[in-house]
């Protein structure tokens, strides 16, 4: 009786000894870990998108029928771009023209769709920098079809990007945590379409 006392007390002992062998380790592997897993928005690792969109439409009100009846249906001309690393923006806006400036992980990007329904098969692409100022570009956006029921606006878009890195250089205000202005633009030859083709 005596002798199985003794042995469960040695047993108990051993498995003290591994549980805090077992927690000790699950620790250190937590704290390292943790330690080596990168930051996520660290000054080094992210870079500003600056471009100016260009819309006439933009904040319009159109009317389903002559008489006025239906109203209320803003056309919203918002922007949607997509990266390489997952990350995606939306851009609203809410001017003819407006200059916006985006901070963004570095990587590459797409223009993806402009309105409700304007899918682009062909994208436009660009690449920013981390600690820079990314100049992607003037994007020129174009009314190509708009239809309208009671519920909805179902609406189409053309886009040309064009490069005025120059006079942009010379126009905007500095941002105080990039170190540098550079041209990520690559204009594109002619007005891309939704769709299948571009």
Same mark, same amino acid.
């Given at each position: 009786?005596?002798?199985?006392?003794?042995?469960?007390?040695?047993?108990?002992?051993?498995? #003290?000894? @591994?549980? +805090?062998?077992?927690?000790?380790?699950?620790?250190?592997?937590?704290?390292? *870990?943790? !330690?080596?897993? =990168? %930051?996520?928005?660290?000054?080094?690792?992210?870079?500003?998108?600056?471009?100016?969109?260009?819309?006439?439409?933009?904040?319009?009100?159109?009317?389903?029928?002559?008489?006025?009846?239906? #109203?209320? @249906?803003? +056309?919203?001309?918002?922007?949607?771009?997509?990266?390489?690393?997952?990350? *995606?923006? !939306?851009?609203? =806006? %809410?001017?003819?023209?407006?200059?916006?400036?985006?901070?963004?992980?570095?990587?590459?990007?797409?223009?993806?769709?402009?309105?409700?329904?304007?899918?682009?098969?062909?994208?436009?692409?660009?690449?920013?920098?981390?600690?820079?100022?990314?100049?992607?570009?003037?994007?020129?956006?174009?009314?190509?079809?708009?239809?309208?029921?009671?519920?909805?606006?179902?609406?189409?878009?053309?886009?040309?990007?064009?490069?005025?890195?120059?006079?942009?250089?010379?126009?905007?205000?500095?941002?105080?945590?990039?170190?540098?202005?550079?041209?990520?633009?690559?204009?594109?030859?002619?007005?891309?379409?939704?769709?299948?083709?571009?």
């Amino acid at each position: 009786m005596m002798e199985n006392r003794c042995q469960r007390s040695g047993s108990i002992k051993i498995m #003290k000894k @591994f549980s +805090l062998i077992f927690l000790s380790l699950a620790i250190a592997v937590t704290l390292f *870990s943790c !330690k080596s897993l =990168p %930051t996520k928005y660290e000054s080094s690792s992210t870079g500003y998108a600056t471009f100016t969109v260009y819309c006439d439409w933009v904040g319009e009100e159109f009317n389903l029928d002559k008489s006025g009846k239906y #109203k209320g @249906f803003p +056309l919203k001309q918002d922007l949607y771009f997509v990266g390489d690393n997952s990350s *995606s923006f !939306k851009i609203s =806006p %809410t001017e003819k023209e407006q200059t916006f400036d985006v901070l963004l992980d570095a990587g590459k990007y797409y223009l993806y769709r402009i309105g409700n329904f304007s899918d682009f098969m062909c994208r436009y692409e660009f690449k920013i920098e981390a600690g820079k100022r990314n100049y992607i570009g003037d994007i020129y956006i174009n009314l190509n079809y708009l239809y309208m029921d009671i519920f909805r606006i179902y609406d189409s878009y053309t886009y040309i990007v064009k490069d005025y890195f120059d006079e942009k250089v010379e126009n905007l205000p500095a941002l105080d945590d990039v170190d540098g202005f550079i041209n990520s633009c690559t204009p594109t030859e002619k007005e891309i379409h939704p769709g299948l083709f571009g």
